[in-house]
């Protein structure tokens, strides 16, 4: 397999009050095409910075990022934008949508936005529709995004996500503020458009929903102080024996 992300002595560093706060401290590491890779540590350890600043969306303060063979430090900021549509798809907690827009609307923006999409408005739109028929939810195009469920708006930002067929997707705690069961139907599809190639980076702090991921790497003020390997999540009836080792992993590393 092909690496789509390269990250070397990867620094992060806030300047406040004069005083420097180093929440990213010389990071490698490297994700395959096709990986779902969690990111998890304590809170305040650098894994959204670390999901952000790999993903372009925050600037590095030292060290190098390859994506899809771009070196991302040598992107102008236009660039860098064109990157992060055409080739990244975002899923956060907070499940922004444009509030005057209907759901299917804001499925299809970035499409719209897109230099690297040419195609007519129309087979857009099939496509957006295609999307929320796989993920069950076709029947909400037409809804306001505050006459949806929380589960039913997070499905709708993975099909955003995937509006521009992404190289990668970045997930930062895509299922932390549904209740298990939307929390449970939002892994299975990203399970699923994983098991169909897409790569996934994805910060949690659920066990659950880690131990769906092939790989998962543990930061500790802002280095990777190791990594476990699961291997691809296909039969769900180990779920609970990868949840056990993954969650013994993680108390020998002080979880």
């Not at 350890?45 to 969306?57: A, D, F, Q, R």
């Not at 929320?132 to 809804?143: T, V």
Request: glycine share 8%.
């Amino acid at each position: 397999m092909s690496k789509v992300i390269e990250v070397n002595d990867l620094c992060k560093t806030y300047v406040v009050n004069r005083k420097q706060n180093n929440v990213l401290r010389n990071v490698s590491f490297s994700i395959e095409e096709g990986e779902m890779v969690g990111i998890m540590g304590p809170s305040g350890s650098g894994k959204s910075t670390l999901l952000y600043t790999v993903s372009g969306m925050d600037k590095m303060s030292a060290g190098e990022v390859s994506f899809n063979s771009k070196r991302l430090s040598e992107l102008s900021e236009n660039d860098m934008a064109d990157v992060r549509l055409d080739e990244m798809g975002f899923i956060f907690q907070q499940m922004y949508m444009m509030k005057n827009l209907t759901v299917f609307d804001n499925i299809i923006l970035p499409a719209v936005k897109s230099k690297k999409i040419s195609e007519s408005r129309k087979d857009t739109e099939k496509r957006g529709r295609a999307l929320m028929r796989k993920l069950g939810i076709e029947n909400i195009a037409d809804n306001d995004i505050n006459e949806v469920s929380g589960g039913q708006l997070q499905r709708a930002c993975i099909c955003r996500s995937m509006i521009n067929k992404p190289k990668v997707i970045f997930a930062d705690e895509p299922t932390g503020a549904l209740n298990r069961t939307s929390s449970d139907e939002v892994m299975s599809e990203l399970v699923k458009i994983n098991n169909e190639g897409t790569t996934i980076m994805m910060v949690t702090h659920d066990v659950k929903v880690a131990a769906k991921c092939s790989r998962v790497l543990y930061i500790v003020d802002g280095n990777i102080q190791g990594e476990y390997k699961l291997g691809r999540f296909d039969d769900s009836s180990k779920l609970r024996d990868r949840e056990i080792e993954l969650n013994n992993w993680l108390m020998d590393m002080g979880w």
